[in-house]
């Protein structure tokens, strides 16, 4: 080998030494496992077999649960999105000052800072049959009694998921349009063009890579998750996650193995599908 072929080498031995142990190898453990046989206590028998595919992809389970997650994946992107993508557009074409837009996007950022599970918890108090929002509500009179699926509901997980998941869109929007040319914008509406105009042919189109990272971010986030959903719906509403969750702690590791690899393989069909709309690697480095 060249010299030269020895420096590209290492140059990406540091990666290499992240990506083998702690991606590939734990990858490889679970596409090995699923394709064994259990002896009902957690012992893996070295038999080589399909069976832990055919019982995840005939259960009337597999079907309901891929339901419920996609639901809560696609309504979480759905909101994120729209919310990212105003918060991005204000604080790009509406705040004139440079620094006092970096100033706002920095405060978007700080309830962040806490933990996911802080600030999924603390949407009870508020989303409770006596929190805060049926409080409001019985007091002006708009209801009479409250609002009992506020709160460990469907919508009560999609609402902490939104909560926690904007920031993920925010942050590659903002990027995305803080790079669109200002005078673009201005010689679109110096030749007649509408907002609407402006928005569908400069600003959306130039937009196309933060929203496609933006929308990897949460919709990985979402299908990999179980936590939001056990706590915030009360135990009435399940995910793909959570149920490999449960067999890993009934010892059924093959079948769990089996689930996992066919979430990935779901996960990776989607984010192709995002990934086909934009170029992201030409136009990051743009």
Avoid at 78 to 103: C, D, E, M, R
Wanted: charged residues 10%; positive net charge; proline residues 3%.
């Amino acid at each position: 080998m060249s010299r030269k072929n020895w420096f590209a080498w290492l140059y990406v031995t540091p990666l290499m030494l992240v990506l083998v142990p702690f991606f590939l190898v734990p990858i490889l453990v679970v596409l090995v496992a699923s394709v064994l046989e259990t002896d009902g206590f957690g012992g893996l028998i070295p038999t080589f077999t399909l069976a832990n595919y055919v019982d995840v992809l005939t259960s009337a389970q597999t079907f309901h649960l891929y339901s419920a997650t996609l639901k809560f994946t696609t309504l979480t992107w759905l909101f994120t999105l729209v919310i990212g993508f105003l918060v991005a557009y204000f604080l790009v074409f509406h705040v004139k000052n440079q620094l006092l837009a970096i100033s706002l996007f920095l405060i978007c950022t700080v309830p962040f800072w806490t933990s996911n599970i802080i600030r999924m918890i603390s949407w009870i108090p508020l989303l409770g049959k006596e929190g805060l929002v049926n409080s409001a509500l019985l007091g002006t009179g708009l209801i009479r009694e409250p609002i009992e699926v506020l709160l460990y509901s469907g919508i009560a997980v999609v609402i902490a998921y939104v909560h926690q998941l904007t920031i993920f869109m925010v942050v590659p929007i903002f990027n995305s349009m803080a790079r669109i040319d200002k005078r673009v914008v201005e010689a679109a509406v110096d030749s007649g063009a509408s907002r609407l105009d402006v928005m569908r042919l400069i600003i959306i189109p130039m937009s196309k890579s933060g929203i496609a990272l933006g929308s990897i971010f949460v919709v990985s986030i979402v299908m990999g998750d179980f936590f939001v959903v056990k706590v915030m719906s009360g135990g009435g509403s399940a995910s793909v996650v959570s149920a490999f969750y449960e067999n890993v702690g009934v010892l059924q590791y093959p079948i769990a193995a089996a689930s996992a690899v066919l979430l990935t393989v779901v996960l990776i069909v989607a984010i192709s599908l995002i990934l086909r709309t934009v170029n992201i690697r030409r136009e990051i480095t743009q």
